[in-house]
Nanobody, 127 residues
């Protein structure tokens, strides 16, 4: 069964840090591009970060540049999102999703390019 599972969410105070993990079962995540999206209450889902399977290129939303880092390779089949200096505006449900190669800096936020999605993990940042 193909499945993505996010973990690592929680509640932190502003300025704190969290690391989210996205793990796969039923397929090898190392062969896919992976993105993190988030959805804040009452808002549309938005792209947070993407790591390309082709060349390892990484893309970030402007709102998280310099604070979040996407990575893979610590553990097989797992992609991470290190989140530092968290702000209340980072609150939301965080989802990971997979795509084939071919996405770039101008296309990685297109949700319809992603095939599989996890169930999401809640991140709450209090002021």
């Amino acid at each position: 069964q193909v499945q993505l599972m996010e973990s690592g969410g929680g509640s932190v105070q502003a300025g704190g840090s969290l690391t989210l993990s996205c793990a796969s079962t039923g397929f090898n995540l190392d062969f896919y591009s992976v993105a993190w999206f988030r959805q804040a209450p009452g808002k549309k889902r938005e792209g947070v970060s993407h790591i390309s399977v082709t060349d390892g290129s990484r893309y970030y939303a402007d709102s998280v540049k310099g604070r979040f880092t996407i990575s893979r390779g610590r553990v097989r089949n797992t992609v991470y999102l290190d989140m530092n200096d968290l702000k209340p505006k980072d609150t939301g449900v965080y989802y990971c999703a997979t795509a084939g190669d071919g996405l770039d800096g101008s296309t990685w936020t297109r949700e319809d390019e992603y095939d599989d999605w996890g169930q999401g993990t809640q991140v709450t940042v209090s002021s």
